[in-house]
């Protein structure tokens, strides 16, 4: 082996993408705590020179006026100014301004690239992600002294082995199954179809069940609206790529979806611990179907708390005060792999999230591994926007974030199905507090507008 010529092409690779992007976007999304605002700092001190006003203007506004509306709440409606509330608040503030300032300056560098450049960019991003994700099944193989360990009985392996695919983000694996769900999209547009399957593949092996019914939908949504026969070829390919692992390599995936969607997966410990979580009309309707899920149960909770009062509709609970990440981080719940960051600061237990989906997740964390799903926990950006912000915070987010991406539908391509695709995963976790799906959302639909804004140009002169 060359090694000197080996060494020479990584220089001439390196020279040839954004590094500071691709510094960014890697160490930024990852679900280290303490590593987002120390990244921030670092793009806005990069930046710097580049900036001005006008580019928070062009940010969703949704990023400005939320946290203005619960900071609203916490001075004027909630007013409990203690030390452990007031650190919640702060921390559920800075998510919100650290989501505003990582859009500001993913804009401002897109803008300073060539789209070439920028495609590069992504391309290597993807490929070590991918590197990773197969260093991650390897070391499940490992683990496990099997070739297939999707195949294996117990807890640790079969059906929950997608969650040790965790690629760049260190988080839940379905972290990974969301952004490798818009890298296939984005190559199956670009033309790049090798590319596409491959991010396909790693969706599947992350086995996120309800995410890759979301992913497969709108894969079969394209096989019908696309035109051209080689990327409805490619979709046809990653459609098989899902028959074949649930089929072939993890059939207990395919089994835990029917059972869930028949209502028959669990045991009597399960039943017994949801049915002991209080609900307004269980009494009078006690086998209804919400009685099964948690996330039901927390919905109902949810809609329960808001019509109490005209304040609790307007306002919701406030920052961190009834259905978030932080809520769930800052209480006393035994939360597997808790931050570091967060077992140094004060336990806080706001009492509108400890009467309603504090009790989900205390039963749900209660019982055994194989029932912290994503069907049980309350986490939901539905959940959060509602309780924590009220109607005026959903008025909000469809108003000055959906219609921010909406009202440039014209202008855009592989962002349309990615949109819908976002849309149905807020479902699924407090996405927003991740800073790290919403933020790859972003980073596509800013290269899809300026590529065809570019296009645009081009045919004018």
Known sequence: MNFSRLYNKLILHIKSIDVFLLIFISLFTIDKVAAKPIMIVFGLVCMWKYLSGRDIKGAPLFYVFIPLWGAVNFLLVNTDFTKPHFIAF????????????????????????????????????????????V??????????????????????????????????FMGPSY??????????????????????????IIAALTSSNFANF????????????????????????????????????????LKYVTDTLRGTKGDVSETRALNNIKLPFANQYPNAWYNKYGKAISFIQTYDYLKSSPVHFMFGAGIG????????????????????????????????????????????????PAY???????????????????????????????????????????????????????????????????????????????QRTLNSSRINA
């Open 372 to 450: 912290h799903s994503i069907r049980h926990f309350p986490s939901s950006f539905a959940n959060q926007v509602l309780g924590e912000y009220g109607f005026v915070g959903l008025v909000l987010f469809f108003g000055f974030y959906l219609f921010y991406f909406l009202r440039r539908y014209r202008q855009l391509t592989f962002t349309l199905p990615m949109l819908a695709m976002l849309c149905c995963f807020l479902m699924f976790d407090y996405l927003f507090e991740y800073l790290s799906v919403v933020v790859f959302f972003e980073l596509f639909f800013l290269i899809d507008l300026k």
């Open 214 to 253: 979301i992913f497969v939908s709108t894969l079969i949504f394209l096989l019908f609206s696309l035109r051209q026969r080689r990327p409805r070829l490619t979709v046809l390919a990653q459609l098989s790529v899902f028959v074949i692992f649930y089929l072939i390599i993890s059939n207990s995936n």
């Open 321 to 368: 005060e009834f259905s978030s990440q932080l809520a769930v981080r800052t209480s006393d719940l035994k939360v597997i792999k808790k931050s570091k960051l967060f077992e140094l600061l004060p336990v806080y237990v706001a009492p509108s999230f400890f009467e309603n989906h504090y009790q989900v997740f205390n039963t749900i964390y209660q019982l055994p």
């Open 135 to 168: 260093g991650d099944l390897i070391y499940a193989m490992a683990l496990s002294s099997s070739v297939n360990p999707y195949a294996l009985s117990g807890e640790a392996f079969g059906s929950s082995t997608g969650d040790f695919i965790k690629g760049l």
């Open 90 to 133: 702060a921390i559920g503030f800075s998510y919100w301004l650290m989501s505003l300032f990582a859009f500001v300056i993913i804009r401002k560098r897109i803008e300073l690239k060539d789209p070439e450049t920028l495609r590069r960019t992504l391309d290597t991003y993807f490929i070590i992600n991918l590197l990773w994700s």
């Open 175 to 200: 972290i990974n199954m969301f952004v490798n769900a818009f890298f296939a999209i984005y190559y199956l547009y670009r033309g790049k179809y090798k590319m596409a399957i491959a991010a396909t």
